[in-house]
């Protein structure tokens, strides 16, 4: 059941690269994230070979939304050398904006409409700004409107008041927590379910106390992820580019900067559990940092590969999204995965390497548990369980606990890093899935070319 | 056929007129002595015509007026002639002035010299935001002055600080620092300056407004300080500035600075515009002006020339680049071509190869911000245009790809097959070297057709030279290719033949030979490169010179040279001595003739005698003798260059070559003008002299020399 035919309309991935993933606040954070989408977009038509002339969409997942590049795709598509006819679409998905960038390239191919897009993600979360609170900004509107001198004063004078009360805030209040007059922490807020108002730490909270997840567990998976990082390095030199730093250039970064050589269980267990202080497990260890980066891949149809005489590294069989309740976000792969192995005709067993992204070492095992369950399977109305995620072809290469989650730009990642290890392996299908902040999973199976 | 079309219209119920420049069968509006004596003609119909409002106007795309005639400029000989024709100008832009009617003009384009000076002697002035349009006074850059009427005119209406940065450097406007300066009244659209104009004269007709001398009104009590009372100060600050920027080689500037200054605020026209024309005519006779307007004319020709005899064959368009070595020229050759828009790939072994180019060219992006030459924007679409790599990904999608790694011809050769391969097989590679045989190198290439030479000069970003050196084997597309490409990227290219050295480094290298000779003689280095600077007008001296190509360089160089022309290359002994020790090489290492701080010269380094084994410099020969030694060795060995072993066709290549590839003084017009104006007799003699006092056979006359000097003939006839 799982052989498919060739098909001059199948969506195939010719190549795709990425720069290297920088912990936010480290190495990376001057760089705009239309720079780190152009480094990457240029080294893939530099491997390719690419006639740019071709292409017919460029699509890139960005959740941050630069206010100097709104619609980032645009203006990392003409930074790279796209000609100005070519369109580009930023799409945003969340956590799986750059997997969007996929299948909707998938989409616009398959159906006949375009031939060859650029599909990818950016992402530079050092640089999600503090916004100011409507307390302020609404006196800086009445001092833009302030038609008479006294007026003016008035509002300039109720402005440094509002100052002397964020200083006091500032001083006085928790980090995180939110009052009148203190800058508004986008990054904080998008990390925040905006239907339940929960932080994403917290909903991991939530998995790994229903599937009794315990910290231990947790954190010999985020020190397992370390060492599979560690240990691939060669092989995700592959997939990068370097990045030259600006201004100086002194530095360039040629490889993540997340996994932790050195990273012991001792170190692990002794950090605080960051979400709930007293009964939690979930650390900034057993997570994935916000981090910078972003990848690009380059997607055809078949029968435009063959003319080109590009030989495809995989073929897209099929992919889901599907929703759940946003408390349980982190399950989002569970419910996405078994409509994208539908939809392929292919079942788990066929599936022989797995991409998961680790949002929380809570989150993967949660899943892991969950698809190796009949209840779980019933409950979302198969008649029995997805089928087994087996850990020796699950995140071989490490994953986002080491080395990182850029939001917009993880999805991509998680597919070019699939693919490529299929091809080492000859791996005939794998599956890449992400959970979603807001309650979605996100699943997408692709078949090796050879 | 008439040069001027005169038309009449109606806006609201006036009648005006208007004067259309149109120039029969040439794109550009020239001010000849026939369309002044045309204009001339008109003005005298309209003064008494009683039309409302005259408007000047071009009917030629993105040009207004171009300027006056240079050829004719070129040809005045006597001073009777400057007079009578200067006269002529100043007077009919006097009658526009004089015209009972107001008078505007309408500037689309290029509105340069008398074009200028015309819209000066009307009462308004509108300019479209196109960036074709340009508006200015170049002609001290002809060694020259506006001489109808502008040295008088601009600083009446835009003021004296502003008048003296546009006439001093000569550089044009911009429409947006026109009115910025107040140079023209208003800009807008092309689409609607005539509708734009038509409301504007309307109203002024309806309000009865007429006749305006616009006045310049300083804004700002420094200004007006400056403007008035304290103008000496101005002037003293210009003159400070030319002869920095001169060395006061160049008398135009200063000669326009003097009318300016006599002028300034004079209410006798009669007797301003005398003062403009006295000094005109002392300046149109130079022979500095006369070698400006031939420098003009070489880069004009280049402009026209497409490197090969075959008008058929063109060049193909260059969207890519490669580079190969990411050293000092392989960053400023990315540089300058990714500043013209060119898409560029540079490869080197190792990361930190690749980081240098990178900064190279971000560096001097930078600086281009920081001064807003270029604004953020333009900054970031630049530097999106370097990419760099290790391997040879994306080198089947470039076009040419320059090779600049180290000069070893068998490392060259083995790069080059390497690189052929992956290429596209139409793909051109050029050479950067600046001594190898290009013919020599073409066999490392599998389709050596599409093998040249492209030689940049050091610093890339500064030097307008690039000789395209022609292999045996090289195509005549590749040949038009290369040279489209060098002007594409804004430099001058000159096609040389492949033979050591090519033209600028067989000539330069002689000279600077000569210097350390000198130097062994008991000259002192700031002796012999003052006198090249000050006295001369080189941008540099040759110590200076030396250190910043390298010493190790000259001497490898020269070894070439001695191999190729073994009868009259000498090698300096002292130059081999500071080439052994690798830490006096120039500017690289800090430290050569000169010292070095952060890339900038310091001073002589006194202690440099003493390594060299010689005693304190007592500076035994004449600056005569310094100068006429360096200078007639090039001369010499361009008289083989050019009439024994055809490096070039003509001199104007040799001349245009020294000039932009070596700074050679422009007011000299050029190695080869230089020569002639001394004469090939008087070369010869003196070196005769020289190397038999000096017992120094490199300094024979050359047997080409020796025949020019024998049938007293110049180079230039």
Redesign the interface.
Known sequence: MSTQQKLPTDVVIVEGVRTPFAKSGTKLKTVHAAQLGQAALKELIARTNLNVDLVDEVIIGNTGSPSDAVNIARVVALNSGIPQKTSAVTVHRNCASALESITSGYERIKSGTMEMVIAGGTENMSQMPLLMPPAITSIIERLGSAKTGGAKISALWDWFKADLSQIKEMATTAPLQKTKYKPIITLAEGLTDPFVGMNMGMTAEVIAKEFNISRREQDEYALKSHQKAIAAKAKLAEELTPFYLPPNYTETITEDSGPREGQTIEALTKLKPFFDKNTGSITAGNSCPITDGAAMVLLMSRAKADALGYKPIARIRGYAFAGLEPERMGMGPAYSTPIALKRAGITMKDVGLVELNEAFAAQVMANQKAFDSDAFGQKIGLPGKIGELRTDILNVNGGAIALGHPVGATGTRLVLTLMKEMRRRNIEFGLATLCIGGGQGGSIIIENEG | MSAILVSNQKIGASEITVLTFDLPGEKVNKLSTPVMTELKDHLEKIKTSGTAFVIFKSAKPKIFIAGADIEEIQKLTTKEQVETAVKQGQDIFNMIEDLPMPTMALINGACAGGGCELILSCDYRIATEDSSTRIGLPETQLGILPGFGGSIRLPRVVGLQASLDVILAGKLLNAKKAQKIGLVDYVVHSNLIESFAASQIEKMIKDGSKKRRKKFQPKGLVNKLLEGIFKGVVFSKAKEGVMKATKGHYPAPLAALEVVKKTYGMSDRTKALEIEREHFKVLALTDVSKNLIHVFYLTEMVKKQSGVANALVKGKPVKHLGVLGAGTMGGGIAYVAADKGI?V?VKDIS??A???A??HA?DLW?KLAKKKVIDNYQF??K???V???VDF?????IDVTVEAIVEMMDVKQKVIAQTAAEMRNDAIIVTNTSSLSVTEMSKGHPRPEFFAGMHFFSPVHKMPLVEVIRGSASSDETIATVFELAKKMGKMPVVVKDGPGFLVNRLLLPYMAEAAFLLAEGMSVETVDKAFVYKFGMPMGPFELMDSVGIDVCVKVLNIFKKAFSDRVEMPPLMEKLEKNKTRLGQKTNLGFYKYENGRKTEVDQSIYAELGLSSPTNPLSEEECRERCVFAMVNEAALALDQDKIVETPNEVDLAMIMGTGFPPFRGGLLKYADSVGADYIVQRLEKYSTERKANRLKPTSKMKERAQAKAKFYN
Not at chain 2, 393 to 397: A, E, L, R, T
């Open positions: 898409d790939r990361y930190e690749n980081a240098k990178l900064k971000r930078a970031t679409q530097m999106s245009l990419s760099t790599t990904s994306g080198f089947k999608n």
